[in-house]
């Protein structure tokens, strides 16, 4: 099967995304995605932290804003343009792979993803990247889409006690389970947050780009 193109799919949808986020509809990232991640969100005053798939830098920005030295990446030109236009203190901004990230390991006390990794196209890949750049004893935390989110067609229907809920069908469509990414995956409401902390220390090596980060 041929690797979804997740950056020309991003870059087409970035100037839209960014526009509409930025105008004060993203209301599920406003009200419930991003107050849940921050409310879990251990101290980060001080910490170098690594922001995956930072989109248009929203929660960058924030995550700056709580005192922590930010690099951001993501796969999508568009978006590191936009983040980049807004300048803010603390934060660099890069465009790279989460697949293959350019920093030495061991770099990074944080790691989070605010709605981002269930857009990479090879999360498993991704995540041992995380844990290579992560240094012993740090943690990542990242959200994504609640699975039943991602059910192949739904509907709604109607509990015993009257309470509306969302019922997969039965559909074993490939293409239905697998949606391509785009603006809407990063709004809806329904969102599963996570923390881990590293536990097994990291050898330090040379970054694959030469760059350490600050």
């Given at each position: 099967?041929?690797?979804?193109?997740?950056?020309?799919?991003?870059?087409?949808?970035?100037?839209?995304?960014?526009?509409?986020?930025?105008a004060g509809?993203?209301?599920?990232?406003?009200?419930?995605?991003?107050?849940?991640?921050?409310?879990?969100?251990?101290?980060?005053?001080?910490?170098?932290?690594?922001?995956?798939?930072?989109?248009?830098?929203?929660?960058?920005?924030?995550?700056?804003?709580?005192?922590?030295?930010?690099?951001a990446v993501?796969?999508?030109?568009?978006?590191?343009?936009?983040?980049?236009?807004?300048?803010?203190?603390?934060?660099?901004?890069?465009?790279?792979?989460?697949?293959?990230?350019?920093?030495?390991?061991?770099?990074?006390?944080?790691?989070?993803?605010?709605?981002?990794?269930?857009?990479?196209?090879?999360?498993?890949?991704?995540?041992?990247?995380?844990?290579?750049?992560?240094?012993?004893?740090?943690?990542?935390?990242?959200?994504?889409?609640?699975?039943?989110?991602?059910?192949?067609?739904?509907?709604?229907?109607?509990?015993?006690?009257?309470?509306?809920?969302?019922?997969?069908?039965?559909?074993?469509?490939?293409?239905?389970?697998?949606?391509?990414?785009?603006?809407?995956?990063?709004?809806?409401?329904?969102?599963?947050?996570?923390?881990?902390?590293?536990?097994?220390?990291?050898?330090?090596?040379?970054?694959?780009?030469?760059?350490?980060?600050?």
């Open positions: 099967m041929e690797a979804p193109d997740i950056r020309g799919q991003w870059n087409a949808n970035a100037a839209a995304w960014t526009e509409m986020s930025r509809f993203d209301r599920y990232r406003d009200l419930v995605n991003t107050p849940g991640f921050f409310a879990l969100l251990p101290a980060v005053d001080g910490l170098t932290c690594l922001d995956l798939g930072c989109g248009e830098g929203h929660n960058t920005r924030l995550l700056a804003g709580r005192g922590a030295r930010v690099i993501d796969i999508a030109e568009s978006f590191i343009a936009a983040a980049a236009g807004i300048p803010h203190q603390g934060i660099r901004y890069l465009v790279g792979d989460g697949a293959l990230l350019p920093f030495r390991a061991a770099s990074f006390d944080a790691v989070t993803a605010f709605m981002s990794l269930m857009d990479v196209a090879d999360p498993e890949r991704t995540l041992r990247e995380v844990a290579r750049v992560l240094r012993p004893g740090g943690f990542v935390q990242f959200s994504v889409l609640h699975p039943i989110m991602s059910a192949p067609v739904g509907h709604w229907s109607r509990t015993r006690p009257g309470r509306a809920r969302r019922a997969p069908s039965a559909s074993t469509s490939t293409r239905a389970r697998s949606p391509r990414p785009g603006p809407s995956a990063r709004r809806r409401p329904s969102s599963v947050t996570g923390t881990s902390r590293s536990r097994s220390p990291t050898r330090a090596g040379p970054s694959p780009g030469g760059w350490t980060p600050c």
